[in-house]
């Protein structure tokens, strides 16, 4: 794609980075047909080529976001569908998220939505605040029919009950029993040990079973990626150096051998660490050390190798890739192979490489066409003929569980019961005989 930038502007090194992203577009157009909003909305602007040239004429203009470019932009669910199927390796993912933060310096929202996204950036990176909010949600809920605009939809996703904290989230060292063949840092997050704690003393167990000492470090917490989406970078900077900050203590202190994650979403943004202060003299060096040692759990898992399984039944099982595992990651085999190593008959999803709607904060922000993903994703399980859902991202076992007349868990769950550890709570007693496809 030819541009038309100024030196001047070019001296910007955002802008210099994005000029040589559309530079290597060839406007084939392939990314269009597997992009979601274009397959709901049939529009150009709506797909990722049409957003493009959005994008290239505000920067290129060096205008402030008009409220079309805003439209197009914030429909644009950042699932990178686009760059799995893009031959030229365009990397959209940097140009929508400067899309955002110029969309954030130069365009007043209407004040609701201003209050709706300013709500979303300080209370769901921060626990307490968020786990009071799903309270404030669950005692608002009798009165939701009656809210005014996206404010009943957000209350539809607040779990009907609240989980209880779990000890493990806690700062502290778990040491492997027996020979230690690994020592990482787990990033406990934000959201996902208020929803599901579940998930990280699921992980926990795995890692340390199989000869791993893992670290939950003081003061690391949110990735930043919900901010980071909503164009909010001040925030998203801080928690990626708070967090960087905590695991350098371990790296210089200890060491570390991986950052295990285990929230696909968070993944792509803490391997993103090192592009995101590229430019910081005093961080870049450390980021790009951290976004090295990331890693998704089933990374390391794959790399460990996976103890036998101790389950008596082939439990059929639909993996549900979330599009930051596949298309931020480009993790395909390593959930798939522990799955089936740990006994489980696996079964594909239907249009597997479509976003389930999740996206962040996307849900609250969108919810007409989050609804109407998370309805084709609900029908495709459907047409799996699993009776299990697996899944490697909180966001997506948030959007989906509502809907879903069969357990979705973590993978982690599963491959923690399969190797020793307690079956997950999520679990129907009868679920064997439902199904079961033979010892
Ligand atoms: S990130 Fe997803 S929604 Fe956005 S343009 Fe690419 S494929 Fe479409
Ligand atoms: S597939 Fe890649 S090169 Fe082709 S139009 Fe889309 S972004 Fe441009």
Not at 210 to 227: I, K, Y
Request: glycine share 8%; net charge positive; charged share 20%.
């Amino acid at each position: 794609m030819q541009t038309n930038f100024t030196l001047a502007q070019l001296g910007d090194s955002d802008t210099a980075e994005s000029e040589k992203i559309m530079r290597t577009c060839v406007h084939c157009d392939f990314c269009t047909a597997t992009c979601p909003t274009y397959l709901l909305l049939g529009d150009e602007l709506d797909g990722p080529r049409g957003r493009i040239y959005l994008i290239k004429d505000m920067l290129e203009g060096g205008k402030p976001a008009s409220a079309t470019v805003v439209r197009h932009i914030d429909r644009c669910l950042s699932c990178l569908s686009c760059m799995t199927t893009c031959p030229s390796g365009v990397n959209y993912m940097h140009l929508v998220d400067h899309a955002r933060r110029h969309i954030a310096e130069t365009f007043r929202r209407p004040w609701r939505d201003r209050m709706l996204r300013r709500m979303l950036a300080v209370t769901l990176p921060h626990r307490r605040l968020f786990a009071w909010s799903l309270t404030l949600s669950r005692l608002a809920r009798p009165v939701a029919r009656f809210l005014p605009g996206r404010l009943a939809p957000m209350l539809a996703l607040a779990p009907s009950k609240r989980a209880r904290s779990s000890p493990m989230d806690r700062p502290q060292v778990f040491p492997a029993p027996d020979a230690r063949r690994m020592r990482v840092a787990l990033l406990s997050g934000c959201v996902q040990p208020v929803l599901k704690p579940a998930i990280n003393e699921a992980t926990i167990r795995l890692l340390t079973r199989h000869g791993v000492e893992v670290v939950v470090s003081a003061r690391a917490g949110c990735c930043g990626s919900l901010t980071h989406h909503l164009g909010e970078e001040a925030p998203a900077v801080k928690s990626a150096k708070a967090n960087i900050a905590a695991w350098w203590r371990e790296i210089e202190g200890k060491g570390l051998d991986a950052i295990v994650i285990n929230a696909s979403g968070c993944g792509t943004m803490v391997k993103d660490y090192g592009f995101l202060l590229r430019n910081d003299p005093l961080w870049a060096e450390k980021a790009a050390r951290v976004s090295a040692l990331a890693r998704d759990i089933t990374e390391v898992m794959a790399e460990l190798g996976l103890l036998p399984s101790v389950l008596r039944t082939r439990l059929v099982v639909a993996y549900h890739s979330a599009c930051s595992m596949q298309h931020g990651q480009k993790l395909e085999a390593p959930p798939r192979d522990l799955l089936r190593a740990a006994g489980f008959d696996l079964r594909e999803v239907p249009e597997g490489h479509i976003c389930c709607g999740s996206a962040g904060s996307y849900n609250i922000l969108q919810p007409i066409l989050a609804a109407q993903l998370r309805n084709r994703k609900l029908a495709n399980i459907g047409r799996s003929g699993a009776g299990i859902v697996a899944t490697g991202n909180i966001g997506c076992i948030q959007q989906l569980e509502g809907g879903l007349d069969r357990p979705i868990l973590h993978t982690v769950e599963l491959l923690d019961w399969a190797t020793g550890g307690p079956r997950p709570a999520a679990l129907p007693p009868e679920i064997e005989s439902k199904t079961g496809s033979g010892p």
